[in-house]
């Protein structure tokens, strides 16, 4: 009885062990070394030439704890799925903002969506991140400081939020903020503009906002009245990352740039 007894067992633990082919758990995985790591281009080469980019303005490059990859292009946010296959860099199907922006940082946003469709490999060299196609190398370097603070930074207006669409700032139209602890000063665009305002974690409420009286035409009034929209509204949600501060009133928003 004891044998059989025994014999039970043995055969009992068997069958509950994997199977073989099976998947082993999860747990025994490693972790993605890229994930929640935000990186900013100090190197961009093709065809072993320097690649000068089309603003001064580094890429940025942001992977999510969820298997995503968020690029900032030279005028779009390109992102999609990620996966790490060994030493290539995999993505899904991108999605891009619809900011217009001139021909030469158009067709930069283009020129970076094909790189990422192309499956760069990629490696670490110390602590910098190293992508590369067969013609293109870009060499990322840890970016630590995400945002500038709210206050005190002169935050310039460089899209303008309608639904789903995000509209570019016209030519030699500037428009920004500057948030102290209690008021917030600037520019529509076309006049300059003060109020009160009250800041929490994740929204703003605005008090009324006064402004100059210019009459400007064109894009000017348009960017203006944007920004009213917004400022007008009241309470706005608040959201900053990556240095990109966006105030979003229902369908109307803007996008800021701390410089």
Do not use: Y
Not at 13 to 35: I, K, M, N, Q, Y
Not at 138 to 164: C, D, H, K, N, Y
């Amino acid at each position: 009885m004891t044998r059989l007894a025994l014999l039970f067992v043995l055969l009992l633990v068997a069958a509950c062990g994997p199977a073989e082919g099976s998947e082993s758990p999860a747990t025994d995985r490693p972790d993605d070394p890229l994930a929640g790591k935000v990186f900013r281009s100090v190197a961009v080469t093709e065809d072993g030439a320097d690649r000068p980019l089309a603003t001064d303005v580094p890429i940025t490059l942001r992977f999510g704890t969820d298997r995503t990859i968020n690029v900032q292009a030279a005028c779009n946010q390109i992102s999609g799925p990620v996966t790490i296959d060994g030493d290539r860099l995999r993505v899904g199907d991108l999605m891009t903002t619809e900011m217009g922006c001139d021909p030469p940082r158009m067709a930069e946003d283009e020129w970076l969506s094909a790189f990422f469709r192309a499956t760069p490999t990629w490696r670490l060299a110390a602590r910098d991140l190293v992508l590369a196609t067969d013609r293109t190398e870009i060499r990322f370097a840890p970016f630590e400081s995400t945002s500038p603070p709210v206050i005190g930074t002169r935050w310039v207006v460089t899209g303008l939020v309608s639904g789903e669409s995000v509209g570019s700032v016209p030519a030699g139209v500037e428009a920004f903020l500057t948030f102290d602890e209690n008021r917030v000063t600037g520019s529509t665009g076309c006049n300059r503009l003060s109020g009160s305002v009250a800041l929490e974690s994740a929204e703003v409420r605005f008090g009324p906002v006064v402004t100059t009286k210019m009459a400007c035409g064109g894009g000017a009034d348009a960017t203006e009245r944007a920004v009213l929209a917004v400022l007008n509204a009241g309470t706005v949600r608040m959201s900053l990352e990556s240095g990109t501060l966006r105030l979003t009133a229902g369908e109307k928003g803007l996008m800021l740039e701390g410089r």
